[in-house]
Antibody, heavy 122, light 106 residues
């Protein structure tokens, strides 16, 4: 059973860059059957997809976030990461990493991390 | 992007009730529609994928239907553990998007 676990700071100052890592256990990020994704949820709100990274390093980001997100993947550590630049209070949210299963051409987020609360404040 | 809407935004129901939630996509998405359940303080959990496929381990009282732009999630007999918020999500295009959610409470 695959498990995902987010790690990173719970508090970020305005204008700084958020760095989060998702460690995958029970499965490999070095697989062509998944997109490794980041999703966030503002307090009391719905889910916002941030983007994904493929095992080749190909990325795709939510256009509404402009050029702020950057994702990377480390197959040797079985991890993938998110950097989100120019953080503001509007970026305060719970950040989830998730696996987008695409191997059977029926894409869905079938595994999620527990989420990490990130607060932007000076 | 593809806008997703859900109705109702919230509903009150009792144990044993049959509950139906509707999701509408802003354009045709075939059956590339998934449903998730989220309980307070927890990560979302996949219930239904590709409109009508029950995820492994999910009780059979959950079912999904629809294609094109209109979809439904039905809980045939609501159980105490089903009180939660439900989200639909399209996977028709790489830019994934979610509906705003439907909160089911007592």
């Amino acid at each position: 059973q695959v498990q995902l676990q987010e790690a990173g700071p719970g508090l970020v100052k305005p204008s700084e860059t958020l760095s989060l890592t998702c460690t995958v256990s029970g499965g490999s990020v070095n697989s062509g059957t998944y997109y490794w994704s980041w999703i966030r949820q503002h307090p009391g709100k719905g889910l916002e997809w941030i983007g994904y990274i493929y095992f080749t390093g190909t990325t795709y980001y939510n256009p509404s976030l402009k050029s702020r997100p950057s994702m990377s993947i480390d197959t040797s550590r079985n991890q993938f990461s998110l950097k989100l630049s120019s953080m503001t209070a509007a970026d305060t949210a719970v950040y989830y990493c998730a696996r987008d299963s695409i191997g059977d051409y029926l894409p869905r987020f079938d595994s999620w991390g527990q989420g990490i609360m990130v607060t932007v404040s000076s | 992007d593809i806008q997703m809407t859900q109705s109702p935004s919230s509903l009150s129901a009792s144990v044993g009730d049959r509950v139906t939630i509707t999701c509408r996509a802003g354009q045709i998405i075939s059956t590339f529609l998934n449903w998730y359940q989220q309980k307070a303080g927890e990560a979302p959990k996949l219930l239904i994928y590709s409109a009508s496929n029950l995820q492994s381990g999910v009780p059979s009282r959950f079912s999904g239907n629809g294609s094109g732009t209109d979809f439904t999630l039905t809980i045939s007999s609501l159980q105490p553990e089903d009180f939660a918020t439900y989200y639909c999500q399209q996977s028709y295009i790489k830019f994934r998007s979610f509906g705003p959610g439907t909160k089911v409470d007592i």
